[in-house]
């Protein structure tokens, strides 16, 4: 194939067309890999391919998913021609995927048998485009615990375009509704012609999902928690930049063009745009100190005073809030 190389062909499945396609991003992830793709291959009363994306791993990932590929015809691996992170891992198995259903699997997590069939079911019944649940977070150096709380009545809720806004500025006091793991119809994604923003290496799935939901697809969250995020040092594989902020901030302007002048002027659209500039801001008077720039530095929070408060936490702590799941303040995504 012409962008990737393509390791495994897949056995048909029943009608020729699997139910679901979970897209597994890869990079450096051999420890954890095979874990998270028998979790997909273990769900329960569904048929399912796994596709997994290599994005230019070193330390035998590929390997390990071309050996797992060879024993297990539900396996599909490819590669990105180039390091291009999960946006473009993922894109490459939204063109290549056979199922009915995309579905967002980490190369590090792990997902109970009855995710997929539950969160089918519940979408089919509500007539939804994108199905989501909570997350529990675990890992060897942290207590398990939900991400998000529970609503009161245990019920499936809408998330749409004016809850999303609400909860997803950057730095925000709960975790943004960008982690969520979403299985989202391929008709639907065929349907607006949405693909991940490639430009993004960080906040990749936040605009994803806003751009959906902008299109009118359907967002429904149910309040089981099947998805296990595992948290470790590894999955920090970011590090917060000025490069990677002002690129969130070029698509974040696309994103106001996009969802219109009426949207971009409610309070939680202006809420997550000041964010963001703080967010710039923060980073900018970072690379400024890091080059010996003390006064520059100073200048820049001096006109940007809400990013002061971003350093009474530790970097780590604020990458780790930011853009992976460690804090355990629950948010309610539906309010």
């Known amino acids: 194939m012409s962008a990737l190389n393509h390791s495994k062909s897949a056995l048909g499945h029943e009608n020729g067309r699997p139910q679901v396609s979970f897209a597994i991003a890869c ?18 009363d569904i048929s399912c391919e796994v596709l997994i994306v290599d994005d230019g791993s070193s330390d035998g990932s590929l390997a390990e998913a071309e050996e797992m590929a060879r024993r297990d015809p539900r396996i599909r691996v ?84 004016a809850a999303y806004l609400r909860n997803s500025a950057l730095f925000g006091k709960s975790p943004s509704p960008g982690f969520l ?18 430009e993004l290496r ?44 002002m690129r969130m901030m070029d698509a974040e302007r696309r994103i106001r063009d996009i969802v219109g002048n009426e949207v971009a002027q409610t309070t939680a659209y202006r809420r997550r745009w000041i964010a963001l500039q703080r967010a710039v801001a923060f980073t900018r008077s970072i690379e400024q100190l890091k080059q010996r720039r003390p006064i520059g530095a100073l200048g820049t929070l001096i006109r940007n005073p809400g990013a002061i408060p971003l350093y009474t936490m530790p970097l780590k702590a604020v990458i780790g809030r930011a853009f992976r799941p460690t804090s355990r303040v629950a948010s309610r995504l539906c309010d």
Do not use: C
């Open 27 to 44: 990079y450096n992830a051999k420890p954890y890999l095979q874990a998270a793709v028998q979790s997909a291959l273990d769900q329960r």
């Open 78 to 161: 490819f590669r990105t021609p180039r390091n291009s992170g999960p946006a473009g891992a993922r894109n490459i198995a939204l063109e290549q995927m056979r199922g009915d259903w995309f579905a967002i699997h980490d190369s590090d997590d792990l997902i109970d048998p009855e995710r997929a069939r539950t969160m089918i079911d519940a979408a089919n019944a509500a007539g939804a485009d994108m199905v989501a649940d909570n997350l529990r977070v675990f890992g060897t150096s942290i207590e398990t615990h939900l991400m998000y709380e529970a609503t009161p009545d245990g019920e499936p809720h809408w998330l749409d375009l």
């Open 181 to 198: 793991k979403p299985m989202i119809r391929a008709e639907t994604l065929n349907r607006l012609a949405i693909r991940y923003n490639e």
């Open 202 to 245: 960080i906040g990749e799935d936040d605009e994803f999902a806003l751009r959906l939901l902008n299109a009118g697809a359907r967002y429904l969250l149910l309040p089981q928690a099947m998805y296990h995020y595992r948290k470790h040092e590894a999955s920090i594989s970011h590090r917060l930049s000025l490069d990677h902020v």
